[in-house]
Nanobody, 123 residues
Framework: QVQLAEIGGGVVQAGTMTRLSCAESGRIISDYAMGWFRQAPGKDREYVGAISQFGKTINYEDSLKGRFTISRDNSKNRLYLQIDNLKPEDTAVYYC????????????????WGPGTQVIVSP
């Protein structure tokens, strides 16, 4: 059983940078492609990006390219999301997800999801 837990978030100032982590436990993290999603208040869940098992493939939502960076450290069982130049519209609950297939992650159909962590960007 894979368990995911997002770490980080909170209230951050616009224009700064934040880095979220996702800790995986229960299985070998390199068995899974992983990704990030977010859900802003009153909006549908939005795909942020995904990374393949060993980081060879990284995909981002087109509209979010440039300020978002996804990486992973399999030796630490961790997935990361760095957001640069934070904007108030980045306020959302951020979720990490994992699946054997990166296509399933990208489609929002990953088998495993974390509970989410709130990021609030203050102007």
């Amino acid at each position: 059983q894979v368990q995911l837990a997002e770490i980080g978030g909170g209230v951050v100032q616009a224009g700064t940078m934040t880095r979220l982590s996702c800790a995986e436990s229960g299985r070998i993290i390199s068995d899974y492609a992983m990704g990030w999603f977010r859900q802003a208040p009153g909006k549908d869940r939005e795909y942020v990006g995904a990374i393949s098992q060993f980081g060879k493939t990284i995909n981002y939502e087109d509209s979010l390219k440039g300020r978002f960076t996804i990486s992973r450290d399999n030796s630490k069982n961790r997935l990361y999301l760095q957001i640069d130049n934070l904007k108030p519209e980045d306020t959302a609950v951020y979720y990490c997800a994992a699946d054997e297939y990166i296509g399933a992650v990208m489609a929002g159909r990953a088998k495993y999801w974390g509970p989410g962590t709130q990021v609030i960007v203050s102007p």
